[in-house]
C-alpha cells in the first residue's frame, strides 16, 4: 500500500468526524429546518471538497516522505555520500538534511576504516615479512651450521622497530680456518632487511667490495687454537675463559681452549645496559655457574636473566645475543 493511501486513511476518521460535528450542527440549525434538501446537498458537496482537499494533502506529503523512505533504504544498501532534496514542510526538509548529514559522516567513517584497514594490512604484511627474513637470516644459518668445532645458540628479543641482523659462516678454501661473519641493516623494518640480505649475496660474488654495512668477523684457527676478531663499526664480542674462569673483550687474537664462550651481540643489545659494565656482570653471573653444563644450559639461563632485564624496561631496538662455545679449537 502507497504511503499516500495509508495517509489517507489514518485522517479519514478525522474527516469524517469533522463532517458528522457539521451535520448535527445543522440538523439544529434554521436552514436544515426549512431547506433540507439544501442543508444536504451542502453537507455533501462539503464532504466531497474536504476529501478531495484532503486527497491533494496527502499526496503533498507522502512524495517527499516517499523520497525520505527510499533514501533510507538507499543508506541502508551502502549508497552513501548522495544528496537528498525534498519539497515540503520545514520538518521534512530538515529531516532531509539530517539524513545528508548522516550518509556523509557514514561515507566518511567508512573510507577512514578502509584507508586504516589498507594501512594495516601493509603494516602487518611488511612485519611479517620482516620476521621471515629475519629468520632467514639468523636462526635458518645457525641450524644449518654443521661445524663440530662450534655450537652456536641464538638468544633475541624482538622490538616495534625490526633492525635485521644477519649471520653467515661462510665457507673457506683452507680447511683449519673457520669464519663466523655478523652484519647489522642500517635501516629498520623490511627495506633494511631486504637490502642487507640482497646486498650481502652480492658482495659473495665479489669478494673485494666492503659492505655498507657494521659487520663483525670471527675467525676460528684450529691449526693454532686462536680465534680473531675484525670489527666495522659493530658491538665488541667477548670471550669466557673455562681455564681463567673470566670474561673479557675480544680484540685482536686470542687463545681458545675446549669449552670456551664467545658472545656477539647487535647495537640493540650493547646499548640496552648502557654500561659495558652491567652487560659484563650479567653474563659472568651466569658463566660462572653455569657454564660447566654446556651451551644449551647456559643459554637457557642467560634467556631468563634477559627476559627479567627486558620486563622493567620497553624496548626500543631488537636484542640479539649469540652464544658461540668452542667444542673442538684443533683439528
Known amino acids: 500500500m502507497k504511503i499516500r493511501t495509508r495517509l489517507l486513511l489514518s485522517l479519514l476518521p478525522a474527516l469524517v468526524g469533522d463532517i458528522i460535528l457539521i451535520a448535527l450542527l445543522l440538523c439544529y440549525s434554521r436552514i436544515f429546518i426549512e431547506h433540507t434538501h439544501l442543508a444536504v446537498l451542502g453537507v455533501a458537496l462539503l464532504a466531497i471538497i474536504a476529501t478531495v482537499s484532503l486527497y491533494f494533502i496527502a499526496g503533498k506529503i507522502s512524495e517527499p516522505v516517499q523520497k525520505l523512505n527510499n533514501s533510507a533504504l538507499a543508506i541502508a544498501a551502502g549508497h552513501y555520500g548522495e544528496s537528498i532534496q525534498v519539497t515540503g514542510p520545514r520538518e521534512l526538509k530538515e529531516l532531509a538534511n539530517t539524513l545528508n548529514t ?34 632467514l637470516m639468523l636462526q635458518k644459518n645457525i641450524d644449518e651450521c654443521s661445524s663440530e668445532a662450534i655450537a652456536v645458540k641464538a638468544i633475541s628479543f624482538p622490538s616495534a622497530s625490526t633492525r635485521g641482523l644477519l649471520v653467515d659462516f661462510p665457507a673457506s678454501d683452507r680447511p683449519e680456518l673457520l669464519s663466523i661473519y655478523l652484519a647489522e641493516a642500517n635501516q629498520v623494518g623490511f627495506d633494511g632487511m631486504y637490502q642487507l640480505l640482497t646486498q650481502y ?22 691449526e693454532r687454537s686462536m680465534i680473531s676478531s675484525q670489527s666495522a663499526n659493530c658491538a665488541t664480542p667477548y670471550i669466557w675463559s673455562v681455564e681463567d674462569g673470566d670474561l673479557k673483550q675480544l680484540k685482536g687474537k686470542r687463545r681458545v681452549a675446549a669449552g670456551d664462550f664467545v658472545f656477539l651481540m647487535n647495537h640493540g643489545f650493547a646499548s640496552f645496559f648502557k654500561e659495558p659494565q652491567k652487560m659484563s656482570d650479567l653474563l659472568t ?10 651451551i644449551e644450559t647456559t643459554a637457557a639461563m642467560l634467556h631468563k636473566e634477559i627476559s627479567f632485564a627486558t620486563k622493567r624496561k620497553d624496548l626500543q631496538k631488537d636484542l640479539h645475543l649469540l652464544c658461540i662455545q668452542i667444542l673442538k679449537p684443533t683439528l
Do not use: V
Not at 550518509?103 to 566518511?108: A, G, K, R, Y
Not at 649475496?201 to 684450529?222: A, C, G, V, W
Not at 653471573?285 to 654446556?294: E, P, S
Open 102 to 135: 548522516m550518509s556523509e559522516c557514514l561515507l566518511e567513517n567508512i573510507n577512514r576504516l578502509k584507508e586504516n584497514s589498507r594501512l594495516w594490512e601493509r603494516m602487518y604484511g611488511e612485519a611479517e615479512c620482516a620476521r621471515l627474513l629475519q629468520h
Open 285 to 294: 653471573k651466569t658463566l660462572k655457574y653455569f657454564a660447566q653444563d654446556g
Open 201 to 222: 649475496k652480492l658482495s659473495k660474488d665479489h669478494p673485494q667490495e666492503k659492505l655498507p654495512f657494521p659487520s663483525l668477523r670471527i675467525t676460528l684457527n684450529r
